[in-house]
């Protein structure tokens, strides 16, 4: 029969393995691990976050298209990217997260919406992001990151270039 002290010995030891395992999984996953989600509502409260939406600026004048703006403020209507297919989280995640912005990503944005659906529009994609300042009041701006037409990409002339060549891998 097993003693006191052996039961001790292996419930510690079988404690101590599993929050091991626990620790790597939320190690090498971002914290996407329940119940450490890297949702904002959970992990992230008050922390600077970064999104993406798409407006059609084709009937703006194109001078200031380029300037950065309070959301509410931003030119163009909205487009709602679900309608063509695209899912916003994934959508937010490729724009905010892609680091190196080559050629066959940016055909990638055109490709993600379908070229019939932008041709003869001119669309914007922004980068949204929102921060709480010293004040503590939620200031969210939005950034014009690239301007889609059906064939042609073009990146926003006033934003430093290393905003698209952040990370510095090739593909």
């Known amino acids: 029969m097993d003693s006191p002290n ?19 999984l939320v190690a090498t996953h ?16 008050g922390n600077p976050w970064t999104r993406a939406m798409v407006t059609d600026v084709t009937d703006e004048q194109p001078d200031g298209i380029w300037e950065i703006t309070k959301l509410e403020d931003a030119r163009g209507v909205q487009v709602p990217v679900g309608k063509y ?14 680091d190196h912005w080559t050629p066959a990503r940016k055909k990638a944005l055109i490709t993600m919406f379908g070229a019939e659906n932008i041709e003869g529009r001119i669309w914007m ?11 503590e ?27 698209y060549l952040r990370g510095g891998r090739h593909e």
Do not use: C
Request: proline fraction near 6%; avoid cysteine; aromatic fraction near 14%.
């Open 125 to 135: 994609v922004m980068k949204v992001t929102g921060r709480m300042t010293d004040s």
């Open 85 to 98: 297919g695209v899912d916003q989280i994934d959508f937010s995640n490729f724009v905010s997260k892609t």
């Open 30 to 45: 971002e914290g996407e691990f329940w119940p450490f989600s890297i949702y904002p509502m959970f992990s992230q409260a």
């Open 137 to 163: 009041e939620v200031e969210v701006v939005a950034i014009p990151f690239l301007k889609l037409r059906a064939d042609t990409v073009l990146t926003n002339p006033f934003l430093p270039q290393e905003e």
């Open 6 to 24: 052996h039961f001790r010995y292996r419930a510690t030891r079988i404690i101590l393995v599993i929050l091991f395992i626990y620790g790597v």
